[in-house]
């Protein structure tokens, strides 16, 4: 089945610095998800990344899918409390379930 | 729309006991999805339906661990019995397969605690 694997499992960062997740696969990928799960809640879609290359933003979040379509990241600058939470990347496995990497642990110290 | 629903949203039994976990999905949603979410072994899918058929099985951990979607509203999870090691967030997605982009949108999960 499909591997990913999703670096670093945690990082703390003080308040306006910014942050990077990695999303990394060994086969080449037909499109990328990122989810958020904020403490104590449930993982909400961010965005899908299809093409190779890729570049898309939401607000302070960039989202980069690599030009060999195996792994993406998900940058945020300067972050804010409301950041914290741990982001999920996921990638299709067989039939139209996703795998979750294990994602990325992200602590905002005020 | 109301979202994926879950009930309960804590349980808290004995070992032994039997549990059962009901999610309701989407309104149109076609595909319906169970996870586990533990601090060892992350999110790991259990099984998912498509069209209320159970497509994938293979991450149900053992004979222990039963699902049902009698109808596309519905769709049940059941741990018979149930034993400490089951204690995690069970979380309940679902999606509408053949668009092009299969966003999962997930429930608030049923925070289970087997004693």
């Known amino acids: 089945g499909q591997q990913v694997m999703q670096i670093p499992q945690y990082q703390h960062v003080q308040e306006g610095e910014d942050f990077t997740t990695y999303c990394n696969s060994s086969?080449?990928?037909?499109?990328i998800q990122w989810y958020k799960q904020r403490p104590g809640g449930h993982p909400v879609f961010l965005i899908q990344l299809v093409k190779s290359g890729e570049v898309k933003k939401q607000k302070r979040l960039t989202f980069q899918f690599g030009e060999a379509k195996k792994n993406s990241s998900l940058h945020i600058t300067a972050t804010q409390t409301t950041d914290v939470g741990t982001y999920f990347c996921?990638?299709?496995?067989?039939?139209?379930?996703?795998?979750f990497g294990t994602g990325t642990s992200l602590t905002v110290i005020p | 729309d109301a979202g994926v629903i879950q009930s309960p949203r804590h349980e808290v039994t004995e070992m032994g006991q039997e549990v059962t976990l009901r999610c309701k999905p989407i309104?149109?949603?076609?595909?319906l999805f169970w996870y586990r979410q533990t601090m060892m072994r992350g999110l790991e899918l259990l099984i998912y339906?498509?069209?209320?058929?159970?497509?994938?099985d293979s991450g149900m951990p053992e004979d222990r661990f039963s699902a049902k979607m009698p109808n596309a509203s519905f769709s049940t999870l059941k741990i018979q019995p149930s034993e400490p090691r089951d204690s995690a967030v069970y979380f309940c997605a679902s999606s509408q397969r053949g668009t092009e982009q299969e966003t999962q949108y997930f429930g608030p999960g049923t925070r289970l605690l087997v004693l």
């Open positions: 339906f498509n069209n209320n058929v159970p497509i994938d």
């Open positions: 086969t080449t990928l037909s499109n």
């Open positions: 996921a990638v299709p496995n067989t039939g139209n379930q996703f795998y």
């Open positions: 309104s149109g949603h076609n595909s």
